[in-house]
């Protein structure tokens, strides 16, 4: 059951200038599945943002935030103490399969992977999680993620792990596997082209521009083949990738 | 106690709170966070005869104080409605409101029709007005003469009461409100959205994928109020006011200015419980101001000779 609360800020942390970790405490503890979603209500903000959920355990639920604009910007600000009006868990989260597991996020796109590497490891698996970026400052929580998987980096300019693009880490993949990717668009389309070539199962989180988070406003959608247009708020986040007419 | 009760043309509400058409889905996608039946009503997305897949993404731009859309009537059509939605609504205990929609006066005719003998719909609002679809919408509810004749195609077939909902998009929204009553309204609802239009800077290209896209939110609230007011004084028939209204300080400034109810639309989004908010507040506002009903307010706007 979704609930609308108001959650208590813990901590506001820069993990670098364009990332944050916000962690607050919602007063009442909801099963999670990683890959859903919280939208985050501010005073004086006319729409409240959607960001996936990094990490829950009980009432302490985390968000990895890449401050963007306006809304970001005032997250950034927040004290311990501070009250937030949090909706969530939101949307369908990724579907946990027995095949290796393989965790792929760039930029933001590492926030849903902590907590599906958490409980990829309490069913038992061992994952490998790819991360990428631009540079070494779009690379955060290596070290959070390191406790549940391996982990591998690849940047555009070779700061930090291999020089390159993600996919190019994906390249001695398995068939078989099953990849889970959150990230920009540009780099799941790429995985979505790979995915068709190397044979595994891939699990999509999209983004999209939301008003209401929950299937009222029909603002959100992608298409999809077998049932046209659909909300990426209600429908997804999470989609399989042979679903989408990419 | 006050009592908020009102009696729209037959329709009757237990308060004059109502979900606007678009923004609160058939109620379910809302019920975890609060009861539905608290609520005054609940108007359900525009439907049409087919099912329409509406306009592609992006359909949503976020603008100073408001919120520009172009969902374009995305809806599984009428008899969808029917067997999937209406039996759920029926359990919600509050007033529901079809939004009809169409592309002609046949299509509009044919959704009014398969209303009839519904018991879970307790009124019709005719959506004259959507910005965001091509055909009909627009072009019928910015002109009285056209407006009019749709109402008379339609009125003979709806069984219950038929709130025809305006545009703002006209020089002059009396002269409408008055075609549509001379031609058979119960009640009529305003304002639907107001065109508008975002550029993103960065990528030279709109916002919308449709170029413009329909303004709501606090924004359009002052402009809201004043076609509400500009309306109830034109019609004898009840005005249901809308656009922008945030809060219950801005639903007695509408229920002032002449409307009988109000909807909530865009303010939903930031806040799903502001409808529950809203009505108490009306309440206290009552109490405060020594009145027993909201329909002492209706209308009492005072303007200084
Ligand atoms: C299901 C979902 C999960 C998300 N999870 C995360 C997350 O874990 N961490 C994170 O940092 N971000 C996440 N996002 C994106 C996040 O919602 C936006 O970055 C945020 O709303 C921007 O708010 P703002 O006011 O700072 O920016 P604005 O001033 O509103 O916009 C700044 C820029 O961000 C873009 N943007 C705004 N809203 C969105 C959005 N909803 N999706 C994508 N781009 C957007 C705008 O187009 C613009 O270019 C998620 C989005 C969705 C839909
Ligand atoms: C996302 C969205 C979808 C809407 N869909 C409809 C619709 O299907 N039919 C209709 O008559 N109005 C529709 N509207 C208009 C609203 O019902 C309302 O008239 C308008 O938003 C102004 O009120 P507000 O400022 O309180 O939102 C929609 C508005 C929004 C924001
Ligand atoms: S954001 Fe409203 S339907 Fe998805």
Redesign the interface.
């Known amino acids: ?4 609360v108001n959650a208590a800020v813990v901590s506001a942390s820069l993990l670098s200038p364009a990332y944050l970790l916000l962690i607050v405490n919602t007063g009442t503890a909801i099963p999670v599945a990683a890959g859903q979603f919280a939208s985050i ?1 501010l005073p004086g ?4 943002r959607p960001f996936s959920i990094h990490d829950a355990d009980g009432a302490v639920l985390s968000f990895l935030i890449k401050i963007v604009g306006g809304g970001t910007r005032r997250l950034a600000k927040l004290k311990p103490g501070d009250t937030l ?1 949090i ?1 969530y868990p939101l949307g369908n989260g990724f579907m946990l399969s027995e095949k290796p597991a393989v965790l792929v996020g760039g930029g933001c796109g590492l926030a849903p992977l902590l907590l599906l590497a958490k409980q990829l490891q309490a069913a038992g698996a061992r994952p490998l999680a790819v991360l990428g970026g631009r540079s070494k400052d779009d690379i955060v929580e290596l070290g959070a993620l390191a406790k549940y998987a391996a982990v591998r980096v690849a940047t555009e300019d070779g700061s930090l792990g291999a020089r390159g693009l993600v996919t190019a880490e994906l390249n001695d993949l398995k068939s078989g596997a099953a990849v889970y990717a959150c990230g920009p668009e540009a780099m799941l389309k790429a995985l979505h082209k790979l995915a068709a070539e190397k044979n595994f199962h891939l699990q999509l989180s999209l983004e ?5 988070g ?10 999809t083949l077998k049932d ?2 659909v909300c990426v708020c ?1 429908a997804g986040p999470v989609f399989n990738a042979e679903d989408l007419p990419w | 106690m006050v009592d908020l009760s009102v009696d729209i043309a037959g329709l009757r509400l237990k308060n004059p709170v109502i979900a606007a058409s ?4 058939y109620g379910a ?2 019920a ?2 609060l009861e539905i039946e608290k609520l005054g009503g609940l108007a359900v ?1 525009g439907t049409t005869l087919k099912p329409r ?2 306009n ?7 603008t100073p ?3 520009l ?1 172009t ?1 374009g009537l ?1 809806n599984k059509g009428v008899d969808y409605l029917i067997r999937e939605h209406l039996p759920k609504l029926a359990g919600l205990n509050t007033a529901v409101i079809v939004n009809v929609c169409g592309s002609t006066p046949e299509e509009y005719r044919a959704v009014v029709k398969k209303l009839r003998d519904q018991p879970a719909v307790s009124a019709l609002e005719l959506n004259i007005s959507c910005p965001n679809v091509s055909q009909g919408g627009l072009a019928c509810g910015t002109d009285p003469d056209t407006a009019a004749e749709l109402v008379k195609q339609i009125k003979p077939f709806c069984d219950k009461p038929l709130i025809v909902k305006l545009s703002p998009n006209v020089t002059d929204i009396a002269s409408i409100a008055q075609a549509v009553e001379a031609a058979g309204a119960d009640a009529v609802s305003l304002i639907n959205t107001l065109l508008g239009m975002a550029v993103d800077i960065e990528t030279q290209r709109p916002r919308l994928s449709t170029v413009t896209g329909g303004l709501s ?2 924004a359009v609230k002052p402009v809201a109020l004043r076609m509400v007011w500009q309306a109830a004084r034109a019609v004898k028939i009840p005005v249901i006011g809308l656009g922008g209204i945030s809060c219950w300080q801005d639903a007695v400034e509408f229920l002032l200015a002449g409307a009988s109810a109000v909807q909530i639309g ?1 303010a ?6 502001v409808m529950l908010e809203i009505i108490a507040g009306l309440a206290e506002y009552l109490q405060s101001k020594g009145l027993a009903k909201i329909t002492d307010i209706v209308g009492g706007l005072k303007i200084p000779d």
């Open positions: 059951m979704k609930k609308l209500g903000v006319c729409l409240r009006s909706m999209a521009l939301m008003a209401c929950v299937g009222a406003c029909l603002g959100c959608v992608t298409d046209g247009r209600s | 678009g923004t609160y889905g996608e809302y975890d966070f997305k897949q509406g592609p993404a992006p359909r949503l731009a976020e104080s408001g919120l859309n969902v995305q939110g606090a865009t939903n989004f930031q806040n799903p419980l």
